[in-house]
């Protein structure tokens, strides 16, 4: 009874219910830790802290040992330690850290945060802890909503980019496009073009006309400042290869070239279909006197009598037209 009484005096309280539960059938055994400790093959140290509660997992070889050597049965220890957590994986881009950082600051459980965004518990993790850097477009507004945040906060996390702008222009339509969270598809259908046409524009791969109608719908659309857009427009690209200019088309194609309009926009200015003006100047077609005369305003030209053909069946061209 003495011995019984002095291995229990001056102990440390035991905080779990297996370090109780240990510390009882030791005591009862009337054995001291370190011979717990070499009889079940545990450090003492480590079974001092199974009793205390500083230490509360035990592998399966530790719970046959201490099972034989407290005389009781495996299944006893086994249910006395909790199940071991899965280690929490910590994000590793910054928009894993954003979305955990915030919504921890909101004191959302990750559950919660899962239901907001109606995704599965597996998916809400995977926001935080997912090597890529980006994420889909559809999660976009969802998380402005759940995570309180403004579009300027996760526009840069929006959409897979293959390709960098070449350009200040592209880059501000790109960035102001990913801000508002429109995918190429959206923005190009807001702009009634394809979505192929909205990577061609931010990627320098397609220029706009002097009128400049379709830079200021995506000013308007994207809400920027259609002026600033416009000063940032590169200088605009013209094959400037030798052309012959001792055919009607060669002429053409010359002061067009020359004066920086595009076959589209020169057939814009005559009221005729582009078609027409690249078959001029390829020398597939002869226009009339009437075009003729439209085709030496829009160039603001007189165009030299020698290249003009005469179009059959139709008769001379008018020459107050073409030298006035």
């Not at 297996?18 to 093959?41: A, D, H, P, T, Y």
């Not at 899965?86 to 910054?94: H, L, S």
């Not at 890529?132 to 969802?142: G, N, T």
Request: net charge positive; charged share 30%; proline share 5%.
């Amino acid at each position: 009874m003495s011995k019984t009484q002095q291995l229990g005096k001056n102990m440390s309280p035991s905080k779990t219910k297996l370090g109780k539960f240990l510390r009882k059938c030791r005591i009862k055994l009337g054995l001291r830790q370190v011979e717990v400790g070499r009889l079940s093959m545990v450090k003492q140290s480590d079974y001092s802290h199974f009793e205390t509660g500083r230490s509360k997992y035990l592998n399966p070889k530790q719970i046959k040992g201490l099972a034989k050597t407290l005389k009781c049965q495996e299944v006893e220890l086994e249910i006395l330690v909790p199940p071991k957590p899965k280690p929490k994986q910590e994000p590793t881009t910054e928009l894993g850290l954003l979305i955990r950082n915030r919504r921890e600051e909101l004191g959302l459980t990750i559950e919660t945060f899962a239901k907001k965004l109606k995704i599965s518990l597996a998916q809400a993790k995977c926001l935080e802890t997912r090597i890529a850097e980006r994420m889909k477009y559809k999660l976009f507004e969802p998380l402005l909503r759940v995570l309180e945040l403004k579009p300027s906060d996760l526009g840069r996390f929006v959409g897979w980019t293959k390709n960098e702008s070449l350009t200040s222009l592209g880059q501000v339509i790109r960035s102001r496009r990913k801000e508002l969270g429109f995918s190429l598809a959206s923005l190009g259908q807001k702009l009634g073009i394809t979505r192929e046409r909205v990577r061609q524009i931010e990627n320098n791969r397609s220029s706009f006309s002097n009128k400049g109608n379709k830079l200021k719908k995506i000013a308007k659309i994207l809400n920027l400042n259609f002026s600033e857009l416009q000063a940032l427009q590169p200088a605009r690209r013209f094959k400037r290869g030798k052309i012959g200019t001792d055919t009607f088309g060669g002429f053409l194609t010359a002061r067009r070239v020359e004066l920086h309009l595009t076959q589209y926009e020169l057939a814009e200015r005559v009221g005729i279909s582009p078609n027409t003006i690249c078959a001029t100047e390829l020398g597939k077609f002869v226009p009339n006197s009437d075009m003729l005369g439209k085709m030496a305003t829009a160039l603001d030209c007189v165009i030299p009598s020698q290249l003009i053909l005469i179009p059959r069946k139709r008769g001379r061209p008018r020459k107050d037209l073409i030298n006035s």
